[in-house]
């Protein structure tokens, strides 16, 4: 990991303590208003955090902005994970019903998931039910 600036720091603590929401940068500068923290600093910052795995980011439909979101690389890189298009948050997959799609491509198709980089887009059952 490159070296940890207080800016990245911030950034870094305040990913953690949001594991599975997506931010856009104005988002993450509106909850670090408090700090000394300019746009393009944020930007620098998630540019490098991106670069060493620790953040992803994709572009929701309907939207221009580009949405961040934390990787704890020990325990989302073994994980398929589930976005809501509704509400935004980002789920791991159950392990079981992961390896057994894993498996079924894996021998029907020949293909390999690379899970840490695998995201299936849907509505989570909170937002289907309200």
Known sequence: M????EQRKL??????SHPHD???VKDIYAALSQYDISRSAIYRNL????????VRCDISEGSRDVFYQFVNSTH????IHLSCVEC???????TS?????????AQQ??????????VLYGTCKNCKNG
Request: charged share 20%; hydrophobic share 35%.
């Open 109 to 118: 198709e020949g293909f390999s998931i690379n899970k840490s980089k695998t």
């Open 2 to 5: 490159a070296y940890m600036t």
């Open 22 to 24: 997506k931010f856009c």
């Open 47 to 54: 540019s490098a955090m991106k670069k060493d795995g620790l």
């Open 97 to 105: 019903y992961a390896s057994q799609l894993q498996n079924e491509l």
């Open 11 to 16: 950034l870094y603590e305040f990913f953690q």
């Open 76 to 79: 989302c890189s073994n994980a």
């Open 88 to 94: 935004g948050k980002t789920f791991h997959m159950k």
